[in-house]
């Protein structure tokens, strides 16, 4: 058996939405110690430029590799690895898995050739996405909708209020009018939206996520790189972020149903 690799692995993104890759995360890799970081001095990433995003997620790989010695970095936000990625692994030697919206599973699977895509505003611009779109959805009609706002109202640990019901209403409307049977969640902080959003777009609209794909290539990654931690116990999660600890922590607490207790991070 390979030596035990007991070193942890860098999870981030601009806020808590990354704790819905986390939790996938968990489950696959139990015995792994994690690190994540929420990046909310800077939320939203959504409305940044690209320049702005590779500073930022180069700062924040910098600062894993040098101050936790991580082995391996999961990039837990859409808008960072359709921006970023390509800087991050050239400036950087570790494995490092980023999150795009899982466009090609819907193409694949819908029956009414409609689909519909919600993600940041920037996302939805992307080179990225187009190229998704491009490569993955022949013949399938596409509805890619920007929304601005909604990572907010889920950084606030508001899920279900008439403030969240107004903007969904908004940004799913064009998509509840079509034919669409399956609608893309491009963004981290959306499936702790889920319920809300399934209760708008009816049964017959299955909501699709990348997390479980990116947990299934994180652990594929894990083996391929002998990086597996033996440990017989479960694994350690660290918490930090650039913003309020306290305030993260309350949030984080909700969403996971299990009390998070965050360290402020100094970059
Ligand atoms: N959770 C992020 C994503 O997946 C971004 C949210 C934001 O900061 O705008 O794109």
Redo the contacts with the bound molecule.
């Keep these: 058996m390979p030596k035990s690799d007991d070193r942890p692995i860098g999870v981030f993104?601009?806020?808590v939405?990354?704790l819905s890759i986390l939790i996938e995360l968990k489950k696959l890799l139990p015995h792994e110690n994690f690190v994540f970081l929420a990046d909310q001095k800077y939320?939203?990433?959504?409305?940044k430029t690209k320049k702005e995003l590779v500073n930022l997620c180069v700062n924040i790989t910098d600062y894993f590799v040098k101050k936790h010695d991580i082995k391996m970095m999961v990039v837990a936000?859409?808008?960072?690895t359709c921006y970023s990625i390509k800087e991050l692994r050239q400036n950087f030697k570790i494995p490092i898995v980023g999150?795009e919206p899982a466009v090609k599973p819907a193409a694949q699977n819908t029956r009414t050739g409609v689909i519909g895509i919600i993600?940041?505003p920037?996302?939805s611009k992307s080179k990225t996405i187009k190229r998704l779109i491009t490569d993955f959805t022949h013949g399938t009609e596409v509805i890619n909708i920007g929304c601005q706002n909604l990572?907010n109202v889920v950084e606030e640990g508001d899920l279900s209020s008439s403030k969240v019901k107004v903007l969904l209403n908004k940004y799913l409307k064009e998509i509840k009018n079509s034919k669409a049977d399956r609608l893309v969640l491009?963004?981290?902080?959306y499936p702790f939206l889920r319920k809300t959003i399934q209760a708008m777009v009816g049964p017959k609209v299955k909501l699709i996520d990348s997390g479980k794909a990116i947990a299934k290539h994180a652990k594929s990654l894990v083996t391929k790189n002998l990086f597996k931690n033996n440990q017989v116990g479960m694994g350690k999660t660290t918490h930090f972020t650039t913003g309020n600890a306290q305030r993260f922590s309350k949030v984080a607490s909700k969403l996971l149903g299990a009390k998070v207790v965050a360290f402020q991070a100094k970059l």
């Design positions: 993104d601009s806020g939405g990354g939320v939203p990433y959504g409305e936000c859409n808008t960072a999150t993600s940041t920037a996302t990572e491009g963004c981290t902080h």
